[in-house]
């Protein structure tokens, strides 16, 4: 992926790109649902963000923001603008608690019910998978989207 990002101005090395700046944001945002679905998973109620941060909560909602500003500077692929909204969204959010809601947010767009608001602040179990913690390396959940793009524009 890092030869196709590195080998020119084209609309596929700037997916590649874009790729691998939104793999970092990818990968410390499933820390962040690791740790959340983990604390949520010995509550019976709903429960707010301080109720559920611990180390591993607060130190995956900052990397999130961190990675975040990487991605919401630059413009994505077609198709690929909620990753723009949750990188900025995440980019500008204060605190852990902005951070888990931004992420969150994103998810109920994207009509995933891993971890669901319950009015203000509050959160609990969804429908999910197991919350395992990601693979640091790139794991090609955007090169797909990638071949896509080189292919719609070999079409036109």
Not at 4 to 30: K, T
Not at 127 to 134: A, K, R
Request: proline share 5%; net charge negative; charged share 30%.
């Amino acid at each position: 992926m890092r030869v196709v990002a590195e080998s020119g101005d084209d609309p596929l090395a700037e997916a590649a790109e874009y790729a691998l700046r939104f793999d970092s944001l990818r990968i410390s945002s499933q820390r962040l649902f690791t740790a959340l679905g983990t604390a949520l998973g010995s509550k019976t109620d709903p429960a707010t963000v301080a109720e559920l941060a611990d180390d591993r909560v607060g130190e995956a909602a900052q990397s999130v923001g961190d990675h975040a500003a990487a991605v919401a500077e630059v413009d994505p692929p077609p198709g690929l603008d909620a990753i723009r909204l949750l990188a900025r969204d995440c980019a500008v959010a204060r605190d852990t608690e902005a951070t888990v809601e931004a992420v969150v947010a994103h998810h109920r767009r994207e009509q995933r019910g891993w971890v669901i608001p319950e009015g203000r602040g509050r959160y609990r179990l969804g429908q999910h998978g197991p919350f395992d913690e990601p693979a640091d390396e790139f794991n090609g959940y955007t090169l797909g989207r990638a071949l896509v793009l080189h292919r719609d524009l070999d079409a036109t």
